[in-house]
């Protein structure tokens, strides 16, 4: 009895070589008849009962490395020479996308026309914010310090072939609404038309993205004129543009805005601005910008600017001169700024010296002057996040005497 159970139990495992010594030819393309081996083939198996002996039998019955992949994976291989997908390749990671995060087209016009150069957005549907903190001490107010969340950014920003939009809010801004805008624009981005809140095309400083700029805000001219006489900035619109690539990279806009609002709050007649912009060698763009209020019922307000910008081996210059009448009439300003991006390292770091310079002439029946000088520092990481050292001595309108202010900025953003 016991001869024959080991007999039994021969055979079972010969059954079983048996069958595992067939998988190569499933696997793969059986290999070419070869006369001893049809003649080992002829000679009946023998198996021994040693377990060591039947594991060899088994390994070499498997399909090795060079036997092709194994049918019946997940990511399955039809053919023998196809490539094997990245996820079926262990400790193959998929790459990141290290490169340079775009600005929003509502933020940096000019920045965002890059994507258009490279073929459109990476992602259709995109969820955007940024934050800077800042500290200051000013010497109008003794020093007091003063602490606080200068921007809160968020939005989203959808991109189809010929349509965009997007909606932002900056949650520490009185004015949560920043854009809300569409565009569409034809197959080769050339011809485009905005409707919504945008930012108008007028000065150059405006169209700068605030996180690409190396200054903590946007300086006294721009403040003056923006934020205090009303002309540009984020308005109600409707804009069309032209964009030709091939002829120094010229771009036109210009559209109609909402207007301001007179001493007791009625909505004035819309205002008109218009920007030109080329760009004779890639390290030179130039620019000419105007801006013009209630331009149907009589413009009474205007402001025509001139702008040049130079970026040559890291270093940055830029210059704006500016020209029209106020309510307090006619005015002048020059804008100057420069800063050199020294890249530290290989994990994204740079150190960004910065300095500037601004004027402003007031000619009315009230003579008045502003000027200022700023000078600074700035650490970057990563397009991701940055930390600025700024000290400005400025007279701006309405002051006795020049003073200094320093101020300390965190900023961080994510796409």
């Not at 595992?20 to 009962?49: C, I, M, N």
């Not at 210009?254 to 009625?266: I, S």
């Not at 009230?366 to 650490?379: L, M, P």
């Not at 000290?391 to 002051?399: F, V, Y």
């Amino acid at each position: 009895m016991g001869g024959r159970g080991l007999e039994a139990k021969g055979w079972r495992r010969g059954l079983l070589v048996a069958v595992l010594l067939g998988l190569p030819a499933v696997a793969g393309a059986a290999p070419e008849p070869d006369e001893d081996a049809a003649a080992e083939a002829d000679q009946p198996l023998e198996v021994s009962g040693d377990d060591d002996a039947l594991d060899g039998a088994v390994a070499q019955a498997m399909p090795g490395g060079s036997q092709g992949p194994v049918m019946g994976a997940p990511e399955q291989v039809t053919e023998p020479g196809a490539p094997v997908p990245d996820a079926a390749v262990p400790g193959k990671k998929k790459k990141k996308d290290t490169g340079p995060k775009a600005d929003t087209l509502g933020e940096a016009p000019d920045e965002a026309d890059k994507v258009d150069d490279k073929g459109g957005p990476e992602q259709r549907i995109r969820v955007f914010g940024r934050v800077f903190a800042r500290a200051a001490a000013d010497e109008r107010q003794k020093y007091e310090r003063d602490l606080g969340i200068e921007s809160a950014r968020v939005g989203v920003a959808a991109s189809l072939s010929n349509l965009e939009a997007e909606v932002s809010a900056d949650l520490a801004s009185k004015t949560i609404l920043k854009d809300a805008f569409v565009r569409l624009a034809d197959d080769n981005k050339r011809v485009r038309l905005y409707a919504g809140r945008f930012k108008s095309p007028f000065l150059q400083r405006s169209q700068e993205s605030a996180w690409r700029l190396p200054i903590q805000e946007r300086g006294l001219v721009e403040d003056y004129l923006t934020e205090t006489n009303a002309l540009g900035g984020r308005r109600l619109g409707l804009m069309g543009e032209l964009r030709l690539k091939d002829a120094w990279g010229l771009k036109l806009s210009a559209g109609l805005f909402e207007g301001g609002e007179d001493a007791t709050g009625k909505r004035l007649s819309e205002d008109g601005s218009a920007r030109l912009s080329i760009r004779p060698f890639k390290f030179l763009t130039l620019g000419t910008s105007t801006y013009l209020t209630q331009v149907i019922d009589g413009t009474k307000q205007y402001a025509t600017a001139a702008d040049a910008e130079l970026t040559l081996w890291g270093l940055s210059l830029t210059g704006e001169a500016a020209a029209g009448r106020l309510a307090l009439g006619p005015f002048r300003s020059q804008s100057v700024l420069a800063y050199w991006t020294v890249p530290v390292g290989r994990e994204g770091w740079a150190v960004q010296p910065m300095v500037g310079a601004e004027a402003l002439q007031l000619q009315g029946g009230i003579q008045a002057q502003g000027h200022s000088v700023t000078g600074g520092f700035n650490v970057l990481l990563a397009d991701s996040f940055k930390a600025q050292l700024q000290a400005e001595r400025a007279l701006r309108p309405g002051d006795v005497a020049p003073a200094l202010e320093l101020s300390v900025q965190l900023a961080t953003r994510f796409r």
